[in-house]
């Protein structure tokens, strides 16, 4: 079956510091994954996409298959990054699938 | 940002009636989505659809009708047999292989 775990619902770090949010999948296929990003009363945007390898905003996420994680980084956090993050999992069916998502809270 | 428009933005629901979410593109996007987001639940699948005349269920369907006869236009329907309707609509679409873009959203309430 395929799924998406996201096992932190809230972060809490302060301005300045790492920030790591995690992400698993299960799929038996070759999977697209996606971190997808939700300010406060904005539209849900993508973040970033494993096949690009781009840093946005100053966040990065590798995708490791050998651990099935996609997890989201970033070396300092700041305020602005506050906000609902969700990874998103496509399969080769184009069906897409997101996890629960995480609330980043960065303290100033 | 346009290119994808859902309407009603609130949409109010009796007991035992239909309602039907709009949704449009005009991105020429070949796939689209529907989602529901419950609080702590993130977003989950009710149905998609790759292509015209096409579409497949999702992980929650029940409940729930599409159609796809316009490549522009994906509506949803949420029937009388969705026993707990209220909760935040997503509308999405993209390109094969490509990240999807998002609508406002619909927020449906029963009355």
């Known amino acids: 079956a395929q799924r998406v775990t996201q096992p932190e619902k809230l972060l809490s770090v302060f301005k300045g510091a790492p920030v790591e949010l995690k992400c698993n999948y299960s799929y038996s296929g070759s999977p697209e994954l996606f971190w997808y990003v939700q300010y406060s009363r904005q539209r849900l945007q993508l973040l970033l996409r494993?096949?690009s390898r781009e840093s946005i905003k100053g966040f990065t996420a590798d995708l490791n298959k050998g651990e099935t994680s996609f997890h989201l980084k970033k070396p300092f956090a700041q305020e602005e990054d506050s906000a609902m993050y969700y990874c998103a999992l496509k399969t080769s069916y184009d069906k897409v699938i997101f996890g629960p998502g995480t609330s980043l809270s960065v303290i100033p | 940002d346009g290119g994808i428009t859902q309407s009603p933005k609130y949409l109010f629901r009796k007991e035992g009636q239909n309602v039907t979410l709009s949704c449009e593109q005009n991105l020429n996007h070949d796939a689209m989505y529907w989602y529901r987001q419950d609080p702590g639940q993130g977003l989950r699948l009710i149905y998609y659809?790759?292509?015209?005349?096409?579409?497949q269920k999702g992980d929650i369907a029940e409940g729930y009708s599409v159609s796809r006869e316009k490549k522009e236009s994906f509506p949803l329907t949420v029937t009388s047999a969705q026993k707990n309707p209220t909760a935040f609509y997503l509308c999405?679409?993209?390109?094969?292989?490509?990240?999807?873009?998002f609508g406002d959203g619909t927020r449906l309430s029963i009355l």
């Open positions: 999405a679409s993209s390109l094969v292989q490509q990240p999807q873009h």
């Open positions: 659809s790759q292509i015209v005349n096409d579409f």
């Open positions: 494993h096949i």
